[in-house]
């Protein structure tokens, strides 16, 4: 089926630095997302983006954090400076349209020391 | 505003046994209710998904769901799991009129051989 790459799979960092997370989405998805996961269960919302815009995003996403898609290429997450709260795996969803199936990348495992 | 309530964390049932995992939500609008499974070290793959008719939607391998208005539920059933079902199932909710999908705190299961 359909793939969403995330790039790395893991990083570590130091506390104050700036990380990006990458994203290669489905081809032809027109609608991003974001999602922290915390202790291998809670999945929270972070924005969704659609046509080179951040549409939706929720309290968890913080003033640091900040997300784009220049020409088509990955769709970025970077933080910074990064937090010791921030440490989660973040995943990365694409779709078509906005009724259509999410599919999820493997996750990204972020760990700020 | 959309929520999603997973009642279980975790369900232990033996391998051959039937299973429900129950969701609730409560929204007042037309919303799609899906459902996604997450496998250890993975991200979430969809299983089903219900926006309107049959109340009672099939997914893969052999999971069905039933929506009821009338208890605000969204109910995961399989008549016999399997080990390899073993997994956390996230419950689902988005508006019709926006793509912002709310997730439940996930249910952990595991089949015992």
């Known amino acids: 089926g359909p793939k969403v790459l995330q790039i790395p799979s893991h990083q570590i960092i130091d506390m104050g630095q700036m990380v990006t997370l990458n994203c290669d989405p489905v081809s032809n998805h027109l609608y991003f997302y974001w999602y922290k996961q915390i202790l291998g269960q809670q999945m929270e919302f972070l924005v969704n983006f659609y046509n080179g815009k951040v549409m939706e995003k929720s309290k968890l996403f913080k003033d640091q954090f900040s997300v784009e898609r220049p020409d088509g290429s990955y769709f970025t997450l970077k933080i910074q400076p990064t937090a010791l709260e921030d440490s989660a795996v973040y995943f990365c969803?694409?779709?078509?349209?906005?009724?259509?199936?999410?599919?999820f990348g493997a996750g990204t495992r972020l760990s700020v020391l | 505003t959309q929520t999603v309530s997973q009642s279980d964390a975790h369900v232990t049932v033996f391998e051959g046994d039937s299973v429900e995992l129950r969701c609730n939500y409560s929204?007042?609008?037309?919303?799609?209710l899906s459902w996604y499974i997450q496998h250890h070290g993975h991200g979430l793959q969809f299983l089903l998904k219900y926006y309107s008719g049959n109340p009672v939607v099939q997914g893969v391998n052999g999971f069905e769901a039933e929506f009821s208005k009338s208890d605000s539920s969204f109910h995961l059933r399989k008549a016999s799991v399997h080990w390899s079902d073993s997994a956390v199932y996230f419950c689902a909710v988005s508006a019709s009129s926006n793509n912002r999908i709310f997730f439940g705190d996930g249910t952990q299961l595991v089949v015992k051989p």
């Open positions: 929204y007042g609008g037309s919303i799609y």
């Open positions: 969803a694409s779709s078509a349209g906005v009724e259509n199936t999410l599919y």
